[in-house]
């Protein structure tokens, strides 16, 4: 990935009244490479992208997702492979004060993915993840949120360990612009690093868990919790599975963080 990317405001397709936007500068946290940047930056740098029909794969780093790449060497490699890696929730932050980094936003899927679907009009986008008895749920989803877009298709998530050959097919024959895959963090990102150069898709972004957003499975935490840095307890209080994450596993990323020297990948 370049160092730093410029955009005009006429290839980015910038939003009328946005300010004049900044450089997408790379940074390293815990080993992972970041495109440091605003939220509109980030949508603006994707946009660019997409008009060059460039190949590329996005994905989002969270605590969990930054802790598994400082004891995974191997998943380490397949996140720093990524063209765009954004850095998403308080976690990601703190992390980022320890390098001496000052993030400039929080840059998560949640509201990123739908921000890019709907600055663009008649993008072709193609959905794998989510339980096969709510593939309909996520298709009414989608529809009912992104009434621009086309979609695609949608498949479940429970495809096997690698894509089957038939899935492949279906995604390429569909000729998206933009590929969501939601499996979960290191499966989705393992998927998708090993079929990336299977897949005839622009952008291939891997979203976690978004997709139970749109099926109403879950509903988003309250503008003021995601103001205060407190998103987490609203996704523990509905997630009780979560807490083992966040409760065990986040102290020891945080106190990991804080006591190791920062890996360079």
């Given at each position: 990935?370049?160092?730093?990317?410029?955009?005009?405001?006429?290839?980015?397709?910038?939003?009328?009244?946005?300010a004049?936007?900044?450089?997408?500068?790379?940074?390293?946290?815990?080993?992972?490479?970041?495109?440091?940047?605003?939220?509109?930056?980030?949508?603006?740098?994707?946009?660019?992208?997409?008009?060059?029909?460039?190949?590329?794969?996005?994905?989002?780093?969270?605590?969990?997702?930054?802790?598994?790449?400082?004891?995974?060497p191997?998943?380490?490699?397949?996140?720093?492979?990524?063209?765009?890696?954004?850095?998403?929730?308080?976690?990601?932050?703190?992390?980022?004060?320890?390098?001496?980094?000052r993030?400039?936003?929080?840059?998560?899927?949640?509201?990123?993915?739908?921000?890019?679907?709907?600055?663009k009009a008649n993008?072709?986008v193609?959905?794998?993840?989510?339980?096969?008895?709510?593939?309909?749920?996520?298709?009414?989803?989608?529809?009912?949120?992104?009434?621009?877009?086309?979609?695609?298709?949608?498949?479940?998530?429970?495809?096997?360990?690698?894509?089957?050959?038939?899935?492949?097919?279906?995604?390429?024959?569909?000729?998206?612009?933009?590929?969501?895959?939601?499996?979960?963090?290191?499966?989705?990102?393992?998927?998708?690093?090993?079929?990336?150069?299977?897949?005839?898709?622009?952008?291939?972004?891997?979203?976690?868990?978004?997709?139970?957003?749109?099926?109403?499975?879950?509903?988003?935490?309250?503008?003021?919790?995601?103001?205060?840095?407190?998103?987490?307890?609203?996704?523990?209080?509905?997630?009780?599975?979560?807490?083992?994450?966040?409760?065990?596993?986040?102290?020891?990323?945080?106190?990991?963080?804080?006591?190791?020297?920062?890996?360079?990948?």
């Amino acid at each position: 990935m370049d160092s730093v990317f410029r955009l005009s405001a006429q290839a980015s397709g910038r939003l009328p009244g946005v300010a004049a936007n900044q450089p997408v500068t790379d940074v390293h946290i815990c080993g992972v490479r970041v495109s440091n940047c605003t939220m509109r930056d980030a949508v603006d740098l994707l946009l660019s992208r997409l008009s060059t029909q460039s190949r590329q794969s996005v994905y989002f780093v969270n605590a969990h997702g930054l802790y598994l790449a400082m004891r995974d060497p191997e998943y380490r490699e397949i996140v720093n492979t990524a063209d765009a890696v954004f850095a998403d929730g308080t976690g990601a932050r703190w992390a980022a004060r320890r390098h001496g980094i000052r993030l400039r936003d929080n840059v998560n899927g949640t509201d990123l993915v739908p921000l890019l679907l709907s600055s663009k009009a008649n993008l072709k986008v193609f959905l794998v993840g989510g339980l096969p008895e709510r593939v309909w749920a996520l298709e009414e989803g989608f529809r009912a949120r992104f009434p621009n877009c086309h979609l695609a298709g949608v498949r479940d998530g429970y495809v096997g360990k690698v894509m089957p050959h038939d899935l492949i097919e279906a995604i390429n024959a569909a000729q998206p612009d933009i590929l969501l895959v939601g499996m979960g963090n290191p499966l989705q990102e393992r998927w998708i690093n090993e079929n990336r150069h299977h897949l005839m898709v622009p952008c291939v972004v891997a979203v976690g868990g978004l997709f139970q957003y749109w099926t109403g499975d879950l509903n988003r935490a309250p503008r003021w919790m995601r103001r205060a840095g407190i998103e987490w307890l609203h996704i523990v209080i509905h997630q009780p599975r979560k807490l083992h994450r966040y409760f065990v596993l986040g102290p020891l990323f945080l106190l990991r963080t804080f006591l190791s020297r920062p890996i360079v990948s």
